[in-house]
């Protein structure tokens, strides 16, 4: 199942990025640091980049620590980026965004030349929540489901220091079919656009290897972590269900209700620190999904040339 979301709004979104970033000195692109791979906009790139941007891995509370530093110095080597990892809600954290931007940009500064930023990211990722520290005020609307930011607005954050924050934008085909199931994961992707059972499956195999022991301390299964991980993800769906009490008429237990559960136990951390990918991972995914685009390209030119009867 390939998850895809690409509502009417974002393709304003993406008309409104392409006519500002003229204007624009820096780009902030807020990743989801439990999924930084997945939460990083491929269109946002061609739309940007040729600026200057800073990678900034939001919600590093929620995610694996020693995996946010591999992601660190992965983006932090690329030209013209500089990385950094913060909890949006904090205040003090949020203030080395100012920094980072001035530092990628040295040339402006003054209010002859104020500092332009876009701040831009996946739906979800917390955007206005940081938009409202930094700006000490609820300026920006926030909420716990994807597309709340609609339209553009400007920020003030100092007198040579102009912020835009835009909606939060997917992109129109996930070419990769672990970044969908991820983002699907983190509630970056509509409630309409994928199948939460499905979801909820691929997120537990995912946790599985590496992450056994949070799931067995959070649902108390009674496995050791080896056991945990060599069990079937729908027999360990259904396990969960069984111990949380998602259990209908006649013993049954509800699959749905179960793939909720553990999907909003991700979200909110109570599983916690997770990190679904590394550096090295979401970059096979990438070369194995540019490849699979390369051979059905091919196959689809060779039907071309194919005489007709």
Known sequence: MAIQWFPGHMRSTQKAIAARIADIDVVIELLDARLPGSS?????????GHKPTLKVLNKQDLADPERTQQWLAWYGAQPGTRALA????????????IE??????????GLAKPLRVLVCGVPNVGKSTLINTL???????????????????RITLADDFYLWDTPGMLWPRIAVPQSGFHLAASGAVGRNA????????????????????????????????????????????EAIGRKRGA??????????????????DFR?????????????????????????????????AAQKRRPRP
């Open 40 to 48: 990083a906009n491929p269109l946002l790139a061609e739309l940007t």
């Open 86 to 97: 913060l909890d949006a809600a904090d205040a003090a954290p949020a203030r080395r965004l």
């Open 100 to 109: 980072g931007c001035r530092a990628l940009a040295p040339q402006r500064g």
């Open 135 to 153: 700006n000490a005020k609820r300026q920006a609307k926030t909420g716990d489901e994807a597309g709340i930011t609609k339209q553009e607005q």
């Open 194 to 237: 994928y199948d939460e059972e499905l979801v909820a499956l691929e997120l537990l195999r995912r946790l599985q290897p590496h992450y056994a022991y949070l799931l067995e301390a959070r649902y108390r299964l009674g496995l050791a972590p080896a056991a945990l991980a060599a069990l079937p993800d729908e027999e360990l769906l």
């Open 247 to 264: 259990v209908m008429a006649g013993g049954r237990v509800s699959r749905q209700k179960a793939a909720e559960i553990v999907l909003n």
């Open 268 to 300: 909110s951390g109570v599983l916690g620190r997770i990190t679904l990918e590394t550096p090295e991972e979401f970059a096979a995914w990438q070369a194995a999904a540019a490849l699979e685009d390369a051979q059905r390209a091919a196959r689809k």
